[in-house]
């Protein structure tokens, strides 16, 4: 099992940057599949990042170019670097952790992950 405790929120001008956190407890945070999700004011929920155990990593459409994810195994965490912010992308940002192999997570579909930290919340103003 898992613990997600996500940071760096906060709020930003269009073409902003801001960096996400988020501090896993374990010691096998290494063998989970790791991703970022957004819910939006209107309460949709999509995916915008994820990592496997190797680095291998896949991203949204709507970020792509934009956003980076990245994970130090050493410490536990996890990153998502999001640069030329837009307001569109305001919403809670929640990371999540999965041991499903990298065929299911890389498709960044909420089911197919099984643990969730609380969120927390990006605001963009244009």
């Known amino acids: 099992q898992v613990q997600l405790v996500e940071s760096g929120g906060g709020s930003v001008q269009s073409g902003g940057s801001l960096q996400l956190s988020c501090a896993a407890s374990?010691?096998?945070?290494?063998?989970?599949?790791m991703g970022w999700f957004r819910q939006t004011p209107d309460k949709t929920r999509e995916g915008v990042a994820a990592?496997?155990?190797?680095?291998?990593?896949s991203y949204a459409d709507s970020v792509k170019g934009r956003f980076t994810i990245s994970r130090d195994n050493a410490k536990n965490k996890l990153y998502l670097q999001m640069n030329s912010l837009k307001a569109e992308d305001t919403a809670i940002y929640y990371c999540?952790?999965?041991?499903?192999?990298?065929?299911?997570?890389?498709?960044?579909?909420?089911?197919?992950?099984?643990?969730w930290g609380q969120g927390t919340q990006v605001t963009v103003s244009s």
């Open positions: 990592i496997a155990t190797d680095g291998t990593t």
């Open positions: 999540a952790a999965t041991r499903n192999p990298w065929w299911a997570a890389g498709r960044l579909f909420e089911q197919h992950y099984n643990y």
């Open positions: 374990g010691s096998t945070y290494s063998s989970y599949c």
